[in-house]
């Protein structure tokens, strides 16, 4: 059976689009609006609650950041496999409601204690367990949800229907909605009330989610539901069916992932030997199954996804240290209103809103005149614009006319052009890598590129650890040096960052010739 609506009646459609489509776009929204809502909240809730050092916060969130980007892959295999998307969703969503609930339990704030003379850091182990294994869940969570959303989103449509981009363009508006209106409301609800109503907020969120996805599950008629459904009540062992086991090994995932974020040198360890794995089978692939074009492709694939390294260990600064360096060193007084630091990262989202749309009508155009730019130029253009906002912010710091504060625009103005970066290389990525792969591995390689995306994310924490600043109490004592600390990194992620993208320009005529014509 093809998972797919066909000819569906106009009672059963919304603007042209199956119902099911508005119960995946809120859906989604809510979930983005929890994850951005209480990812904005992290790094002061680290450094601010619990006072771990800015070197020890960046590597926790590094590390949660980067378990976030593996984890769909595993639970796309499961829904494929055994569960079916819908089952999937409900799953992680009832994970996600437990791990934003377990992150409002905020519990005793740390405290510097003054033991033989030396500064300790007291913090109730009760509490920061519960805290592991809050994030934890999350990350089972959207390993789950994520994935498998948009796949459902997906098969409402034939290949061929013509509806089919808007859809996946209106369910990448529900995302960006969630992700804007999360990160302001869980900032603001912090400012005036604490870290529990801002993580609170974020789990009422994803119950919304999960309501929703629960009322609408009639739209959905086969969409999403088990390939074989004899094979999850199949028993496995005597009285305990693998529908059973799935839900079990899912706990012992979260386990897993709880030990994981409180050993964060094995998470590095894992991902790198899992990149390093995945990039020697599909090299073995590539020259021992492959046609010689099909191997130059699969090995240009492999090639660009060395450029998103780059790129998100750079731009995931957005969550870290640029969040607290937002906090620490922008004039954020606007009309005489602070606005709170992590109401800033709503600014990304709101750019790809109003940018997204833009930037598809940009493509069309210059592709219907032969002028739209390779993937492996919008690669290398996203690159250049990543170093060219690290590099605005630090000529904004050297204008400033106080040592410690920065005009809030030359911030928006880096959100703009990483923005702008982005929207070169992460939907244009996914695409390439459906164009390049060998259609019986094109699982494999989104593998590859889910794993390069995580491991970015995780050099990020490397990077955002070299920023760190000496505090008391959360607070910086020196504001000037933090600034000047936050300066002397992002200049030199800026210069590199344009060096590596003017290199790649330089790489393009050779990547395009062993792309045989995919563009």
Known sequence: MTNTFSNPSTSNEFLGHPRALVICFFTEMWERFSYYGMRALLIFYLTQHFLFSDEAAAGIYSAYISLVYITPVI??????????????????????????????IEGLKAVEVTVRGQIEIQRDPFYLQIF????????????????????????????????????????YMGINLGSFFGAIICAFLLQYYGFSYGFGAAGIGMLFGLAVFLRGQHEFGEIGKPKN?????????????????????????VLIFWQLMQNRVVVGGILGFSLVSMALVVITYAFTKCERLDRNRMLVCLFLMCYQIIFWSLFEQTGSSLNLMTDRNID????????????????????????????????????????????????????IQLGLGFLLLVYGASIA???????????????????????????????MTTKLSVPRVVGMMMGCWFLASAAGNYVSGTIAAMT????????????????????????????YSIGAGVLAVFL????????????
């Not at 709503?346 to 750019?351: I, P, R, Y």
């Not at 109490?473 to 933090?482: I, L, S, Y």
């Open 132 to 171: 592991y294994l809050s994030l934890s869940l999350i990350i089972m969570g959207v390993g789950f949800l994520k994935a498998n959303i948009s796949t459902m989103v997906g098969s409402m449509y034939e290949r061929s229907d013509p509806r089919r981009d808007g859809a996946f363009t209106l369910f």
């Open 332 to 383: 954020r007084v606007i009309l005489g209103f602070e606005i709170p630091a992590a109401a800033f990262q709503s600014v990304n989202a709101f750019f790809i809103i109003v940018l997204a749309p833009l930037f598809n009508l940009m493509w069309i155009y210059l592709a219907h005149r032969g002028w739209e730019p390779s993937t492996p130029m919008k690669f290398s253009l996203s690159l």
């Open 468 to 495: 760190g600043s000496d505090t008391v109490g959360g607070e910086v004592t020196d504001p000037a040096a933090a600034l000047a600390s936050y300066m002397e990194i992002y200049a030199t992620a800026g210069w």
């Open 508 to 519: 393009v005529p050779l990547l395009r010739h062993f792309m045989h014509g995919i563009k």
């Open 229 to 253: 459904p004899e094979l999850l009540r199949q028993a496995v062992f005597p009285f305990v069916s693998r529908e059973i086991i799935i839900y079990l090994s899912t706990l012992l995932g």
């Open 401 to 431: 006319t106080d040592s410690t504060q920065v005009a809030l625009i030359w911030l928006v103005l880096l959100y703009l052009l990483h923005t702008t970066g982005e929207l070169c290389i992460s939907p244009v990525g996914l695409s």
């Open 75 to 104: 639970g796309g295999i499961v829904a494929d496999r055994y569960l079916g998307q819908s089952k999937a969703v409900i799953l992680g969503a009832l994970l996600l409601v437990a791990g934003h609930m377990g992150m409002a």
